[in-house]
């Protein structure tokens, strides 16, 4: 869409008229729908308390989703007295607890 609009632009630039006026406002107008929804999309995945209507505090959502991905993500395990920052056996042995455990649930259940 970018790519679009520059050369939208660069043709009004070439040729103004009113037909490349309109070309380039359409293509400007779509740019903006854009990255007004990807705005929206940032504001949810921050998971925002409060968002002020009509402000776009773009950086301020995106060190919101950021925070939000570090705290809900294991960086680091111990396994074994042995600390690991390897994500495969972090998912491995995460994945194995929740096994072991919904396994003792439903041996507890049968019993």
């Known amino acids: 869409m970018q790519k679009k609009y520059e050369d939208a632009q660069a043709y009004f630039e070439k040729n103004p008229c009113v037909?490349?006026?309109k070309?380039?406002?359409?293509?400007?107008?779509?740019?903006?729908?854009?990255?007004d929804k990807k705005t929206e999309g940032i504001?949810?995945?921050?998971?925002?308390r409060w968002y002020e209507h009509g402000e776009k505090s773009n950086k301020y959502f995106l060190n919101l989703e950021k925070g939000n991905h570090m705290r809900k993500h294991i960086t680091k395990l111990s396994l074994c007295g042995v600390i690991t920052t390897d994500h495969k056996q972090i998912l491995n042995s995460a994945s194995d607890y929740y096994k072991k455990t919904l396994q003792y649930q439903e041996q507890s259940r049968s019993m």
Do not use: G
């Open 19 to 21: 037909e490349t006026r």
């Open 23 to 35: 070309v380039l406002e359409e293509c400007k107008m779509e740019l903006e729908r854009f990255y």
């Open 43 to 48: 504001i949810v995945r921050s998971r925002a």
